[in-house]
């Protein structure tokens, strides 16, 4: 069973922009923690951003910081991760994942995750 689905990725050019969504298949996951998660070819997996449950708190990594911004909708039970002023370096497959407790910036207590949607961004 498929508990997270991601939607949204496709290609853009430097300095475009995509929304990413995930939509939730129980309303159990309304009271997790969701982050958005990027494995570009040959590399780890790492952090993007993450929001709490009541969506009031979010961490974002560096690497994204003031060119993304996540958010959530509890009575859709959706999260989107809005990215713009895109570059070839965020390139990867995007995944949603969910944790209960604290928002972590890393891939700690994260145990759902989807199956991920390709973002490829042309020079």
């Known amino acids: 069973q498929v508990h997270l689905v991601e939607s949204g990725g496709g290609l853009v050019e430097t300095g475009g922009s995509l929304r990413l969504s995930c939509a939730a298949s129980?309303?159990?996951?309304?009271?997790?923690?969701k982050a958005w998660f990027r494995q570009a070819p040959g590399k780890e997996r790492e952090f993007v951003a993450a929001i709490s449950s009541s969506g009031g708190w979010t961490s974002e990594s560096d690497s994204v910081k003031g060119r993304v911004t996540i958010s959530r909708d509890n009575f859709k039970n959706t999260v989107d991760l809005e990215m713009n002023n895109l570059k070839p370096d965020d390139t990867a497959v995007y995944y949603c994942a969910a944790r209960r407790g604290g928002v972590v910036a890393n891939r700690v207590g994260y145990d759902v995750w989807g199956q991920g949607t390709q973002v490829t961004v042309s020079s």
């Open positions: 129980d309303r159990t996951y309304v009271t997790y923690v």
